[in-house]
C-alpha cells in the first residue's frame, strides 16, 4: 500500500564494466577508449547520481583523471577509486571508480591477492562506501570486479574459477568488517562485474529463453550468504557464521538472467550472429554471458520493502548502451546495470 503523504526522491545508480584498459591493450582494430570515455562524459554522466565502473585503469594514462575532472564539473564532487599502482608495485590498479552527487562519509577498499592467468598483473578487489542520499539516511555500496574467465562456462575446477570463490569469501568478510555499526534499515548493495556467468550454456535455437542458474552461481550466492560450498562428503568450504540474505535484483526483475556480455541477435535467415564485433574479443563472440550484478545484501529478505531507502524493482535492469554515427556502436564491450533507489523524506 502506498502513503501518498510520504514524499521521496529517486537516486539513479549505474555499475558499468568501462573497458578502459591500459594504452596498447587491445581486442581488435582499436578499443576507441578516447572516443568512448568523451561520448560517456557528454551523454552518460548527465543520466546518473552514482556510477561505479570497473575497468576505468589509472595505470599509464590520465583518462581516469580526466574522468574525476569532468565528473566534478558535472556535480558529482565524491569520489572512491582503486588504490594507485606504485613504481614499486608493478601490477595495474583494480580499475574501480564510484562517483557520487551526495556525500561519502567514509569508506574503505579491500584488494584481493593476486589472480591467475593476465589477472595476475591487476590489483582487483573492492570498493565500499556508505553515502547519505538524505539526511541522516544512508545506503552501504560495494563495487567489485573479480578473476576472469576466459570460456564462457569453465568448469568449476578451473583455476579462475577457484580464485573467484576465495575472492567472494574475502569480500564477504570485508562486508562484515565495514558495517558493523550498520542500521538494519540501511540497506547493502554490492554490484560489480562480478565475472560469473549465472547463465546455464544457451539453447542455439532461441538463446534469449535460457531460464536456471549455473552451478557456479548457486555456489557464488552460498558463499555470499554465507551457507558455504558443500562439496562430497561433509566437507564445507568458505562458510560464515552469519547467514544472510542475497536477492538478484537482475534476475528478479527480468524472470532470468539476461546477457550483459557477448550478446547475439538472428540474421535474416535465423543465424544467430554476434551483436557486436568492435570492442569483443573473437574469442568471446556468442558467449551470451550474465556477469553483471546488482545484489542486494541483508539480514532481513524484506528489507527492500520495509525501510527508508529501497531499490525500485520494476526500474532495475539492464542498459545495453547502443551508440549510432560512431567507429564503436556499444559503449563498451559489457552492457550496465542500473536501477533507481527510492528515498522517502
Known sequence: MVDNNVTFKEVRLLSLNFFMRP????NNFSDYKEERLK??????LPIYDIICLEEMF????????????AAFKAGFEYTWTSPRSTIFNLSIDGGLVIISRFPIRSQDN???????YSDRLAAKGALYVKIELAEDQFVHLFSTHTQASYVASPPLSDKSVLVREQQFFLLRQFIDKVIVSRRSHEPIILVGDLNVNS???PDSSNPSSVKGD??????????LDGEGIHEEGSTVKYSNKKIISVRDMIKERCGIHPITFADVLKDDEGKIIPREVVLTSKDDLLAQASLDYILLIDDDPNINDSGKIRLDLQRTGVQEFFIKNQPFSQLSDHYGVSTILCVNL
Not at 23 to 26: E, F, M, N, R, S
Not at 39 to 44: K, T
Open 199 to 201: 547463465r546455464p550454456p
Open 23 to 26: 594504452p596498447l591493450i587491445k
Open 110 to 116: 579491500i584488494t584481493y591477492p593476486y589472480g591467475t
Open 58 to 69: 589509472e595505470f599509464g594514462s590520465t583518462r581516469r583523471q580526466r574522468l574525476l575532472e
Open 39 to 44: 561520448y560517456f562524459i557528454e551523454n552518460v
Open 214 to 223: 549455473s552451478q557456479e552461481y548457486l555456489n557464488m550466492i552460498k558463499i
